[in-house]
């Protein structure tokens, strides 16, 4: 089964900073698709950015980057510029491949909530 | 990006009762998906809804508890039966486009049972 951790419970930022949210993850597939959501308290899931586990590149996305580490198993998001919007709880999401048995299916971290200080 | 219409959005309910939460898409998906979400938690897969057959269930999860309905590619019902206080929960319909790589959500239902 696959397993994903993030570490910290809550982060915060000042205005203007960067701050990095850490995530680490367990599988056997080679196969699989990595996230980072963000949930507002309206509780609306948006995607933030995304990583296909087969491409070395890390993706980016405007204010937002990952580290993916693919041997460690580690997956950190960074948001550069902190805007006070950004403020939220953040999940890492695990999705495997559709090749594999858990096809589509998606594992979440336990979230950290992200507060930016003006 | 696909639209999804979750409803209710929010609903409070008496012990014993059932709620049926509806999820529409604006465009055929071929997996679609249900998830919990309990107070400051993060979200637990409860089942995919497979169209014109059985769900396929998440460990601890039964079908009697949480029956689901796919009858089309964009259409799915999640009932909570026999409500107790623990099924207070955010529930969230997901979806997955054909080729698609990206899992998209709905708005949540927000339950309360009493």
């Known amino acids: 089964a696959q397993t994903v951790t993030q570490s910290q419970p809550e982060m915060s930022v000042q205005e203007a900073e960067t701050v990095t949210l850490s995530c680490t993850y367990d599988?056997?597939?080679?196969?699989?698709?990595l996230f980072w959501y963000k949930q507002p308290p309206s509780r609306q899931m948006i995607l933030v950015i995304r990583q296909e586990a087969y491409k070395q590149q890390n993706a980016t996305e405007n204010r937002f980057s990952v580290n993916f580490q693919k041997a460690a198993k580690s997956f950190s998001l960074k948001i550069s510029d902190s805007q006070l919007g950004d403020a939220a709880m953040y999940f890492c999401a695990y999705r495997s491949g559709l090749l594999n048995t858990n096809a589509g299916k998606s594992t979440f971290g336990d979230g950290t909530t992200l507060t930016v200080k003006p | 990006s696909a639209v999804i219409s979750q409803k209710p959005s929010r609903d409070i309910c008496q012990r014993g009762t059932s709620l049926t939460i509806q999820c529409q898409v604006d465009?055929?998906?071929?997996?679609m998906f249900w998830y919990r979400q309990q107070p400051g938690q993060s979200l637990t897969l409860i089942a995919t809804a497979n169209q014109g057959s059985e769900a396929t269930y998440e460990s601890g999860f039964v079908i009697d508890k949480f029956p689901i309905s796919r009858p089309n590619l964009t259409f799915s019902t999640l009932t909570v039966s026999n409500m107790s206080p623990e099924d207070s929960s955010i529930y969230l319909c997901?979806?997955?486009?054909?080729?698609?790589?990206?899992?998209?959500f709905g708005a949540g239902t927000r339950l309360s049972v009493l």
């Open positions: 997901s979806v997955l486009r054909r080729g698609g790589d990206i899992q998209y």
């Open positions: 465009s055929q998906v071929t997996m």
């Open positions: 599988t056997s597939e080679s196969d699989y698709y």
